[in-house]
């Protein structure tokens, strides 16, 4: 037995600790969907002037608001006095890019709060305005921000994945042998459960649907870097003088000769990810690209070590069970012969 194989239950304490903690902290608390922006309901009254809005009137404009909204009972959570334009779905105010003389005062409302009284204040700010004669165009719209319901993707993204394992563990059956496909698959599922216990261990801040995104990604990764084993495996096995030796042995050989190919490939993906984060700077994107390195680190760490510790015990039970196969046919052919 090598020492990859007698680590395998070191390897096997690691990643029991994260997943039980992780476990533990996703049913208290589920994931940190920080990201994401509550449902609301705002109220944007945008202005576009040639020049400079006096205050005086910026005053007015605001207490026509107010008033507008205590007329019709209803009572905002936020108010935010933005420069620019954007997409008026989104309630950010990163998403305004600048435009020196365009302003925006948006009023965000609980989700709860009636459309029609919204939309009835909108109307009076509308009209209180246009008795403004201050040269400004002013715009007054309501928008509403939902949730997305994930649990329809959540199904429809499981399906995804469970199919892909099948596929995946039906062609490497077929052509590295089924011991091959159930370590596969077996570390692709430990990589997808260990990044999810990651986020709900480290409390990273996250969209709603990243984590699954990134268990994906840590099991498609996972199985990439098996295949390259699988291969060099193979190989191996058509040279007699590696296919006489212990399960121990020829996984340490394979793994000899492909461990700077997977650090190559893993490592490589986790550059190209780390400077393409670096360069978005700030914002959602480069959040979504730095949490992207902790599943190809995951598929990384099993395939260094999980994977391999994992296949000798695997390899030795299908090499006794040809083994004994083997010796059956004999005796049935000597028999036979007799």
Known sequence: MNKRSKLLCVWIAVSAVILIAGIVLFALFGFNNALDKPASKTVDVTYN????????YKNTLSDAGENAFSQNGVAYVEKLELTGQAD???????????NGNVFTVRYVFDSSVSTESLQTAAQSIRDAASGFASGADV?????????????????????????????????????FGIGSALTGLAAAFHDGL??????????????????????????????????????????????PAFSAL????????????????????????????????????????????????????AA????????PALH?????????????RARYSGKKRAAREE
């Open 49 to 56: 002037v040639v020049v400079e809005l006096s205050d005086e």
């Open 88 to 98: 008026p779905s989104n309630s950010s105010q990163s998403d305004f890019y600048e």
């Open 139 to 175: 715009d007054v719209m309501v928008h509403t921000l939902e949730l997305q319901d994930m649990n329809a993707s959540l199904w429809r993204a499981a399906v995804a994945v469970a199919v892909g394992a099948v596929v995946a563990l039906i062609y490497v059956a077929v052509r």
């Open 194 to 239: 260990l990044t999810l216990a990651f986020f709900a261990v480290t409390r990273i801040p996250v969209y709603a649907f990243a984590p699954y995104l990134y268990a994906a990604v840590a099991m498609a990764a996972s199985l990439v870097l098996w295949l390259v084993r699988c291969m060099k495996l193979r190989d191996n096995a058509k040279d």
């Open 246 to 297: 212990a399960a121990g042995e020829a996984v340490a050989e394979a793994c000899k000769a492909t461990d700077k190919t997977v650090l190559i490939l893993s490592g490589t993906a986790l550059v190209i990810l780390a400077v393409c984060a670096a360069c978005m700077f700030s914002g959602g994107a480069a959040m979504l690209l730095a949490c992207a390195l902790v599943p190809v680190a």
């Open 300 to 307: 990384m760490y099993s395939s260094m070590l999980f994977a």
């Open 312 to 324: 000798v015990h695997v390899k030795g039970a299908f090499d006794k069970l040809k083994a004994k």
